[in-house]
Nanobody
Framework: QLQASGGGLAQPGGSLNLSCAAS????????MGWYRQAPENQRQLVAR???????YYADSVKGRFTISRDGAKNTVNLQMNSLEPEDTAVYYC????????WGQGTLVTVSS
């Protein structure tokens, strides 16, 4: 249902763009978003967008990350700028439409 891509290694201050391809129109989901899980930490919500186009960002990423949906490609994207070592985690895309849907994780490592 959901296929995530775009993780990798970035230097502090750098950028990465994560993409999550859906098997149906991204505008049919009530909610789409990104979570992350760092080693020994719980999975936490990073950003989400609703069908009504409202967005939410965790305080730790506000002003640095931007979530968006691409209807032509059926993807939900997370543009990550000004990356910090604390952003290192496995990132998971998520969608809700009656049930929860999860993509496989993609690893983001921020290190010099």
């Amino acid at each position: 249902q959901l296929q995530a891509s775009g993780g990798g290694l970035a230097q502090p201050g750098g950028s990465l763009n994560l993409s999550c391809a859906a098997s149906r129109s991204v505008f049919t989901f009530k909610v789409m978003g990104w979570y992350r899980q760092a080693p020994e930490n719980q999975r936490q919500l990073v950003a989400r967008v609703t069908a009504g186009r409202s967005t939410y960002y965790a305080d730790s990423v506000k002003g640095r990350f931007t979530i968006s949906r691409d209807g032509a490609k059926n993807t939900v994207n997370l543009q990550m700028n000004s990356l910090e070592p604390e952003d290192t985690a496995v990132y998971y895309c998520y969608a809700f439409l009656g049930s929860d849907y999860w993509g496989q994780g993609t690893l983001v490592t921020v290190s010099s």
